[in-house]
Structures are given as structure tokens and as C-alpha cells.
């Protein structure tokens, strides 16, 4: 089930090396494409990244952390809250449309939502 959609939002990413869900855990749940990254590796290290940031949120009071992204010399990441508990991380060659991907993002949380509250 989850294959599917993963494989349909690379599908409109034309420059998306990998798509995975991941658990707030940090965990990927299911991935589509290749990389030469360690999906596993990379998705723990933003997840890790993002709960960090979302702790100086809070103190801060400006709302939760819905978006996050990294750009390299190599690649563009990008991690995108689906719900409280699952993540949709994007894995984008260097040049890539940050705006789509953006849009790709806020997609799959309306597409996703119901499966997994």
C-alpha cells in the first residue's frame, strides 16, 4: 500500500533519487529508489535533527516543525511531517525544484493522513 504512493510521488519528482516513510523513531518504514546514501542512516540523523528543533520550538512558542531541509554538494534532503508519528523523507539530486518537492510534501501529509492516525 504504502509502495505504491511512495513510488508515484518519485514518480513526480523528476529529479527524486529515494522516497521513504519513516516513523518518528527515526525508522524507515518503506522506501522506493536508490541512492548511494544509507537511507536508514540519514533518516535517523534528520528525525534526530528535527526533535531537536522542535525542542527550542516549544520554548519559543512558534508552532511545530512541519519542514525540514539540507542541501549539499550532492544531494538535497528534505524531511516533511505526514502526522505526529511518520515523517516523508525525500532524497533529491543537486539541482532539483526545492519548490515542487515542497509541494510533493504537503501532498503525500493530505494523502497519507488517514492510514496512518
Known amino acids: 500500500m504504502f509502495a505504491e504512493r511512495l513510488q508515484r510521488i518519485h514518480g513526480r519528482l523528476e529529479d527524486a533519487l529515494a522516497v521513504s516513510l519513516v516513523a518518528q523513531d527515526g525508522i524507515p518504514v ?13 533518516a535517523a540523523e534528520l528525525v534526530n535533527q528535527v526533535r531537536a ?23 538535497s534532503l528534505m524531511l516533511g511531517s505526514l502526522t505526529d508519528e511518520y515523517y ?18 504537503r501532498r503525500a501529509s493530505l ?5 496512518l492516525v
Open 30 to 42: 518503506e522506501s522506493y529508489g536508490s541512492t548511494d546514501l544509507d537511507i536508514e542512516t540519514v
Open 53 to 75: 528543533i522542535a525542542n527550542d520550538q516549544r520554548e519559543m512558542a512558534v508552532g511545530p516543525v512541519r519542514q525540514f531541509a539540507l542541501t549539499t554538494d550532492k544531494y
Open 88 to 105: 516523508l523523507l525525500l532524497v533529491l539530486s543537486q539541482g532539483c525544484s526545492v519548490g515542487r518537492a515542497r509541494y510533493e510534501l
Open 111 to 115: 494523502d497519507f493522513e488517514s492510514d
